[in-house]
């Protein structure tokens, strides 16, 4: 008998590390529910996937009325609308994401109770299959510089380090999040107000030269306004402050590391209280 | 050669406060913080004090070696399925440990994670995956899994259009195509229609044959016995019993039918919450007696003696009434009924107040499982109280023909003969 196979199933208690070698066997089940969750988002919708670029696209259309016709918001530099949707298609990301995730051990109750899996693959597969209606969404974008005339810049090739970024911070929350939730319902409640909250205080609709350069670096502690600027730094070529997006950056990865952690240290006790 | 699957010491416990269980773990745990935080410092924590400790597994050892097909048996709340749940790693244990030295895969349940959005073919790949299947396994072995389930033309239909019999045909198809060292299977047997069920066994059967190790909980003493070559009888969350899986089932019958509780037979019936009545609530009490007047508490072995005695009001003198049993199956059919007035000469004179009519079936021969009872109250041709689900009465194995092979399918068993017709032995070879 294949001895490499065996395993020992023994009491944990505090603090487990990631176990990469077992997340690796059971990677092709991660693909399976990114599948899954794409597949069934949008499910017996008249408008299908163009949900995923309505919302951004909604949003930006009021976003640009309000706050940039209305109340005489300022981009710094592109177009209101570009900038908006730059900001925006992120933000529709993370808050989509984070809401998704959190309830996604909840949601698949009958998974944590009846097989064994690497669970974080409930809340990462919730994310991952955000980064369709992302990258539509940035599809849109693209449309939109098109019309508007605004160039592309070579800043383009910092992208992919935003949206890992952008990645690791709402799975870092996602997974903390879905965690506290199979023991606290509360969380249910609190993450739309949450994330209602969460887009006054990142730059989505406002550039970060509105807030007074002072304040600006406790900005960074919001792994989102690193993500935002960075986005817009990428795509529209716009300048933004790079201690900011530094600090965002980190805190995104640490956010990542420390949702893992958390999550590994209550998934021991999922079963019993799910 | 090492035992491929090996438990050590096994224990488990559960803490139940009397919030509901849901919530128990996470407030008695942040009760506890609270407390250690307040007293910092101070002496050791007493945290044993917060809420209940239950232990569901305690201190069980066993091995099991490749190609042995082991049936884990007992009564609900025996530990079975605690002690699977830990062995598939759904949950930890509290203390022990299991070292499984190939690759397993777990059955606990028929379809776990079948999306009902999604069509059978999705649903095939996405319950391989989640079972721990490859895709490229699943490629496979996919026309058979198809074929086995019996589903070719609702391939492409949402699984939420599936009846349930359909539903586990899925479930069970992709599980039987699982290439696993070790199984652990729970109970999946006890759904489906009955050629399905035959289906699975078969199945089961050819798994255990090819020498692949089975660990198999199940309530369906026939199939344990002739599936399993082993049997652990589990009790309060100890291994009570270990021997062949034959010894282990007459164990296990043994015990059932000689434990009883000395108030369970007797429910009172004030308090039934899906009654009906039309003046005023009549029927009284309910009382299970098996032979010879031995109070009976709950399970009862097929073939034995039920008297079931029923207290009633009758508020004015009359002639005319009547009261009836009705026994429903876990399906919902009713399966028998028997009424006071199918008796000869039993209400031959008007009578009022408190009265007891007793019911005596000399042999109950339900198959085994729940049966749920109404109990009903007529009064001149009109239905003046009825209670549904008003006791459970649960029917087990039991060496009903005296042969060693225990009955299960169907409704119920009758005393039958066979004989053989031939004319002599050479005809049987012709």
């Known amino acids: 008998m294949p001895s490499s196979f065996e395993v020992t199933i023994r009491p944990h208690r505090g603090w487990q590390p990631i176990d990469l070698r077992e997340i690796w066997l059971y990677r092709e089940l991660l693909v399976f529910l990114v599948w899954r969750d794409i597949k069934i988002r949008y499910r017996q919708t008249l408008l299908g996937a163009l949900w995923a670029v309505l919302q951004p696209l909604i949003a930006m259309v009021i976003f640009t009325f309000i706050f940039n016709r209305l109340a005489g918001v300022k ?3 592109p177009p209101y609308p570009l900038f908006a949707l730059a900001g925006l298609a992120p933000w529709t990301f993370f808050s989509t994401a984070v809401s998704q995730s959190s309830n996604s051990l909840v949601s698949n109750q009958q998974l944590v109770s009846k097989i064994y899996f690497p669970r974080v693959f409930i809340p990462l597969g919730s994310v991952g299959a955000l980064l369709l209606d992302l990258g539509l969404s940035l599809i849109l974008l693209a449309l939109l510089m098109v019309h508007y005339r605004w160039p592309l810049s070579l800043n383009v090739l910092w992208l992919p380090v935003f949206i890992v970024a952008a990645v690791m911070a709402t799975s870092g929350v996602g997974l903390a999040l879905s965690a506290f939730n199979v023991s606290f319902r509360d969380v249910k409640y609190a993450v739309p107000f949450l994330i209602q909250m969460g887009i006054f205080v990142t730059p989505v609709i406002y550039p970060i030269r509105y807030i007074p350069g002072s304040w600006r670096i406790l900005m960074g502690l919001n792994p989102m306004t690193g993500v935002v600027l960075g986005f817009r730094y990428a795509i529209l070529g ?5 201690p900011v997006m530094g600090l965002s950056l980190a805190v995104s990865v640490v956010l990542f590391i420390s949702g893992l952690l958390i999550f590994r240290r209550m998934e021991r006790r999922f079963a019993d209280i799910i | 050669m090492q035992p491929i699957l090996q438990i050590e010491h096994l224990s488990k416990e559960y803490v139940l406060t009397r919030d509901s269980f849901e919530k128990s773990g996470a407030r008695a745990g942040l009760a506890r913080k609270w407390a250690a935080l307040r007293r910092f410092g101070g002496s050791k924590s007493r945290d044993e004090n917060s809420g209940e400790h239950f232990w569901a597994l305690k201190d069980i050892s066993f091995n099991v070696n490749e190609g042995d097909v082991v049936g884990i048996i007992g009564r609900n709340g025996a530990g079975k399925s605690t002690l699977l749940k830990i062995v598939s790693r759904i949950t930890d244990p509290t203390e022990g440990r299991v070292v499984v030295r190939a690759r397993m895969a777990s059955l606990l349940e028929v379809g776990t994670g079948f999306h009902p959005e999604l069509t059978g073919r999705e649903n095939i790949f996405l319950n391989g995956a989640i079972l721990g299947m490859r ?7 996919f026309d058979e899994i198809v074929a086995f389930a019996e589903l070719e ?12 019999g359909m539903h586990v045909r899925l479930g ?10 070790v199984l652990i299977v729970d109970e999946v047997l006890a759904v489906g229609d009955m050629a399905f069920q035959k289906k699975c066994l078969g199945k089961m059967s050819e798994v255990s044959r090819v020498g692949r190790t089975v660990l198999f909980v199940s ?3 026939a199939a344990v016995e002739n599936l399993c070559r082993r049997g652990i009888v589990l009790n309060g969350g100890r291994i009570a019993f270990e021997g062949t899986a034959k010894e282990a089932v007459l164990d296990y019958l043994g015990r059932v039918s000689g434990s009883r509780d000395s108030t369970g037979h007797i429910v009172a019936l004030s308090a039934a919450p899906d009654r009906r009545f039309t003046r005023a609530p009549l029927l009284k009490q309910l009382e299970f007696y098996a032979d010879d007047h031995r109070p009976l508490a709950n399970d009862l072995q097929i073939g034995s003696r ?3 005695r029923i207290h009633f009001d009758l508020p004015e003198l009359t002639e005319n009434f009547n009261v009836g049993l009705g026994f429903d199956n876990s399906y919902g059919q009713r399966v028998f009924t028997v009424q006071s007035q199918f008796q000869p000469g039993v209400r031959s004179q008007p009578r009022v107040g408190p009265q007891v009519y007793t019911c005596d079936i000399p042999s109950l021969t339900l198959t085994p499982g729940e049966y749920s009872l109404r109990v009903w109250l007529e009064i001149d041709n009109a239905e003046a109280d009825l209670i549904n689900d008003a006791a459970r009465l649960r029917v087990i194995e039991s060496d009903y023909y005296g042969t060693g092979k225990v009955p299960w399918n169907g409704a119920f068993v ?10 002599n032995p050479s005809a049987i070879k012709g």
Do not use: C
């Open chain 2, 153 to 164: 033309k609702f391939l492409d239909t949402p699984v939420k259009h599936y009846s349930s």
């Open chain 2, 135 to 141: 895709k490229s396994e699943i490629v496979a072995q």
């Open chain 2, 219 to 221: 309530h369906n003493m």
């Open chain 2, 172 to 181: 069970f198809a992709v599980a039987a195509h699982l290439n696993r060292e």
């Open chain 1, 75 to 77: 981009s710094d530099g």
């Open chain 1, 238 to 242: 716009t300048p933004s402050p790079w």
């Open chain 2, 306 to 308: 039920l008297q079931v």
């Open chain 2, 414 to 423: 009758l005393k039958h003969s066979w004989r053989n017709e031939s004319a």
